[in-house]
């Protein structure tokens, strides 16, 4: 029995040294991905405000206004009646602003997609705007969020179903320059507001 002690020390000390390095090869790789991520954000970020620029050099500098804007809202959704679109154009503090809503209903369930032009506030943008390409998944009991994966050129951001409730909602940056929010009532999943962002014309909003 004495004998084995020793025996029994050492198989112990290489578990425990075992566990300590699995751990620090955890904590290494979470940093790495930080550290992956925060690369991955700044150069987000950095091709935005190229974008930007160029927007600049052309003299586009304002937002669309209002009634354009409406122009990229959706004219239907299938089994729901639309209202009449409505937007405002609004100008603060060197700032400029318009955006454009729809809302379309069915019963009581309710679909509405808003339209925000950054354009004459830009720097207020790129922060969220770049926050999409982290591709942020999480989910609970109580909803799930995930990266919107819509396949469009110039379009990120993330969308979340809220599991008790069947709120469905999505949330897009387009052309970093745009955001454009679809949100649900009483829906079993996301597939609604999913078809509805890929029924808009996002490619063309991305390019302007």
């Given at each position: 029995?004495?004998?084995?002690?020793?025996?029994?020390?050492?198989?112990?000390?290489?578990?425990?040294?075992?566990?300590?390095?699995?751990?620090?090869?955890?904590?290494?790789?979470?940093?790495?991905?930080?550290?992956?991520?925060g690369k991955k954000l700044e150069t987000?970020?950095?091709?935005?405000?190229?974008?930007?620029?160029?927007?600049?050099?052309?003299?586009?500098?304002?937002?669309?206004?209002?009634?354009?804007?409406?122009?990229?809202?959706?004219?239907?959704?299938?089994?729901?009646?639309?209202?009449?679109?409505?937007?405002?154009?609004?100008?603060?503090?060197?700032?400029?602003?318009?955006?454009?809503?729809?809302?379309?209903?069915?019963?009581?369930?309710?679909?509405?997609?808003?339209?925000?032009?950054?354009?004459?506030?830009?720097?207020?943008?790129?922060?969220?705007?770049?926050?999409?390409?982290?591709?942020?998944?999480?989910?609970?009991?109580?909803?799930?969020?995930?990266?919107?994966?819509?396949?469009?050129?110039?379009?990120?951001?993330?969308?979340?179903?809220?599991?008790k409730t069947g709120g469905a909602d999505?949330?897009?940056?387009?052309?970093?320059?745009?955001?454009?929010?679809?949100?649900?009532?009483?829906?079993?999943?996301?597939?609604?507001?999913?078809?509805?962002?890929?029924?808009?014309?996002?490619?063309?909003?991305?390019?302007?």
């Amino acid at each position: 029995m004495t004998k084995s002690l020793p025996w029994l020390a050492a198989a112990l000390l290489l578990t425990t040294g075992c566990e300590k390095a699995q751990k620090a090869q955890e904590a290494y790789s979470n940093l790495s991905k930080l550290s992956e991520a925060g690369k991955k954000l700044e150069t987000t970020m950095e091709e935005a405000k190229d974008r930007h620029a160029e927007r600049v050099q052309k003299g586009d500098t304002l937002s669309l206004p209002y009634k354009d804007l409406e122009n990229y809202l959706p004219a239907e959704v299938s089994g729901y009646t639309a209202a009449a679109p409505s937007g405002q154009s609004m100008r603060t503090a060197g700032m400029a602003f318009s955006s454009a809503e729809r809302t379309f209903t069915r019963d009581t369930a309710e679909v509405k997609v808003s339209i925000v032009d950054y354009n004459g506030a830009n720097q207020l943008f790129q922060g969220a705007s770049a926050m999409f390409s982290l591709g942020l998944e999480s989910e609970d009991d109580e909803s799930l969020t995930k990266e919107a994966k819509l396949d469009l050129s110039g379009v990120k951001g993330s969308e979340t179903f809220r599991k008790k409730t069947g709120g469905a909602d999505i949330t897009l940056a387009v052309g970093d320059r745009f955001l454009v929010t679809i949100s649900g009532t009483k829906q079993p999943d996301l597939t609604l507001v999913e078809t509805v962002a890929k029924s808009m014309d996002l490619p063309k909003m991305a390019k302007l």
